[in-house]
């Protein structure tokens, strides 16, 4: 079977595809995602995904290389990271109370055979009316700067999320039970769990 990569430093992709029991590399993407306004939700994060997947898969042909972008949007506007914790509140408002769209595009690459494979995944979650004192709480416990939307679903949910309406593996950042299907067409199978390294 094939090696595989994660293309993404984030830990909660690791967890992800670990949860799931693949085996696998992390050699995290250095490129600056693009954000431009004039680019829907999808045709964001696929673009970013690709490219992702792309500058890794240049330095190891012989791997199945994932690459993942997540974007949070709410009608037209789309949220990605918040640059700083005044910026988090602000976002976690605008979403308080109303039911926006997490996508999450993926994108496998092997470039021994020149193959990719490019899709998304789009969750509906609702928020709960928070109140500036239960932001600010919230805020206190997670980590806001490093996840779109600034909010985490995996980490006390309870406290903002009123519902989810899709993968929610896709809220956390990487749809893996979509992720299967064209895994195995690439031979890329699970494996032991605990078994990833990073580089």
Not at 139 to 144: E, G, K, L, N, R
Not at 164 to 178: D, K, R, Y
Request: with cysteine.
């Amino acid at each position: 079977m094939r090696r595989l990569v994660l293309a993404s430093a984030s830990p909660r992709r690791a967890d992800l595809l670990r949860e799931f029991g693949y085996s696998f590399e992390v050699i995290p993407a250095d490129i600056t995602e693009i954000a431009y306004p004039y680019l829907s939700p999808v045709e964001l994060t696929s673009w970013n995904a690709f490219r992702k997947a792309r500058r890794v898969a240049a330095a190891f042909p012989q791997a199945v290389v994932i690459g993942a972008d997540t974007v949070v949007s709410l009608g037209a506007q789309v949220f990605g990271k918040p640059g700083t914790p005044a910026a988090a509140k602000a976002m976690l408002s605008v979403l308080s109370g109303r039911t926006h769209t997490v996508t999450t595009a993926y994108c496998l690459v092997y470039a021994r055979q020149r193959r990719f494979y490019l899709d998304h995944a789009q969750t509906a979650v609702t928020l709960k009316v928070l109140s500036e004192s239960e932001i600010d709480a919230y805020h206190a416990v997670i980590d806001p700067l490093d996840k779109a939307g600034a909010y985490a679903a995996q980490t006390a949910p309870e406290r903002v999320i009123a519902k989810i309406e899709g993968l929610h593996s896709n809220v956390i950042g990487l749809p893996v039970e979509a992720l299967e299907r064209p895994l195995i067409g690439l031979r890329v199978a699970r494996g032991l769990r605990g078994h990833e390294r990073s580089r």
